[in-house]
């Protein structure tokens, strides 16, 4: 069974810093990896979604990153805002089951 | 609307009461996913559908838990005799078509299961 983990569990920041949330999987036969947001109490905000054959994907300040061969993804987020405080979840596609993380709890201090 | 709604948004029920969860999903959506998210954990995957067949139901913990969609729009996710290790978050999400699989998934807000 496809193992997702997510490191850090929790990261705070000053606003204005980049900073890099980590991902990895077990099994490298996927079709596609999706970063999503979730706000307390709220379901899930899709954020980036990498195919297997892509290497990053980029939408505003966000840049997702897929090392498909190590098992690996980045969300990068540049300038960070006190808006970007939230869990962040990344979900990998093997077929039609989604395998997630346990996502990273972000804040991100005015 | 044009995203995937579910309802009740929140739900209390007493051990051993039968509860039932809707999904309404995008429009046009051929696929159709349950997930259980306990508190501070990921969703954990339940079930799937393809219009109305359910093609995987690997996912569901017992069976106690039972999922439909008979006209292949809306969705329900029923739970018997509830417990209290059921009490989670239930989400549903939807996409558009199966046959191609890159397609993004799009999530309700869930529905929030407390059983005292």
């Known amino acids: 069974k496809q193992e997702v983990t997510q490191i850090p569990a929790a990261l705070s920041v000053p606003e204005g810093e980049n900073l890099v949330l980590n991902c990895s999987f077990t099994d490298s036969a996927i079709y596609n990896l999706q970063w999503f947001r979730q706000d307390p109490g709220k379901g899930l905000t899709s954020l980036l979604l990498?195919?297997?054959?892509?290497r990053e994907q980029t939408s505003g300040r966000l840049n997702a990153s897929l090392d498909k061969s190590s098992g690996r993804s980045t969300l990068y987020i540049a300038a960070s805002q006190p808006g970007d405080s939230a869990t962040y979840l990344c979900a990998v596609n093997a077929g039609n089951q989604f395998y997630f993380g346990t996502g990273t709890s972000l804040t991100v201090i005015p | 609307g044009a995203g995937v709604s579910q309802s009740p948004r929140y739900k209390v029920a007493k051990r051993g009461q039968d509860v039932a969860l809707r999904c309404d999903p995008i429009?046009?959506?051929?696929?159709l996913f349950w997930y259980q998210q306990a508190l501070g954990q990921g969703p954990e995957f339940l079930t799937y559908?393809?219009?109305?067949?359910?093609?995987?139901k690997s996912g569901l913990p017992s069976d106690r838990f039972f999922a439909e969609r008979p006209e292949g729009s809306v969705s329900t996710l029923k739970i018997q005799r509830t417990q209290q290790e059921d009490s989670a978050v239930y989400l549903c999400?939807?996409?558009?078509?199966?046959?191609?699989?890159?397609?993004?998934?799009?999530f309700g807000p869930g529905t929030r299961l407390t059983v005292l």
């Open positions: 999400a939807s996409r558009i078509n199966r046959r191609i699989p890159y397609n993004e998934q799009f």
């Open positions: 990498i195919q297997s054959s892509q």
């Open positions: 559908f393809q219009n109305e067949a359910q093609l995987d």
């Open positions: 429009s046009g959506h051929v696929s």
